[in-house]
């Protein structure tokens, strides 16, 4: 590889790496609003947040979740780890858990989010995608009321509904 090259490759990294970190932070948003807009049978409002994995968007709820008193993040590294969290966070990275988590939640309240969209017809109930240049999520009102949850009107017409 030549200068010009690696000069090229060097500069689009850095063009992309705000959009990657902003993305991380919108994802990270999304998941504080989920926990504003669903109502968990306990009616607990303090719940913790579960990633797997050490993802950017986990560095971000941190961040949003020292300024609310409700809300914790931890990291999980298995579907084990899931019976300590109420929602709980899968990287596109992870993707190859869903299915164990799926087995592994079965029935209980917590809210499972993908980070791909195609993931919610495999039993998640929330899944990110990318519709031009934003961010978006889809959702299984059926798969999230199967869990004795309720999500809010606002959060079923702001996601796409399957």
Known sequence: ????????LLLAGLWMYPSVAQE????????????????????NSDLTIGVVGNTD??????????????????????ASDSPKCDIIYVPGVKLKLIGELVSNIGSKSTLLVSDDGNQVKKGADIG??????????????????????????????????I
Not at 1 to 8: A, D, F, R, S
Not at 57 to 78: G, H, Y
């Open 24 to 43: 991380g932070r919108f994802k990270a948003l999304f998941l504080v609003k989920f926990s504003e807009y669903i109502e968990w049978p306990s009616g």
């Open 1 to 8: 590889m030549n200068k010009k090259q690696l000069v090229i």
């Open 57 to 78: 968007v986990f560095d971000e709820l941190k961040r949003f979740t020292a300024q609310k008193a409700n809300l914790s993040v931890i990291n999980i590294q298995s």
């Open 128 to 161: 990110f995608f990318v519709d031009g240049n934003k961010l978006r999520f889809i959702l299984s009102k059926e798969n999230i009321e199967s869990k004795k949850m309720v999500p809010s009107s606002k959060l079923l017409a702001l996601g796409k509904t």
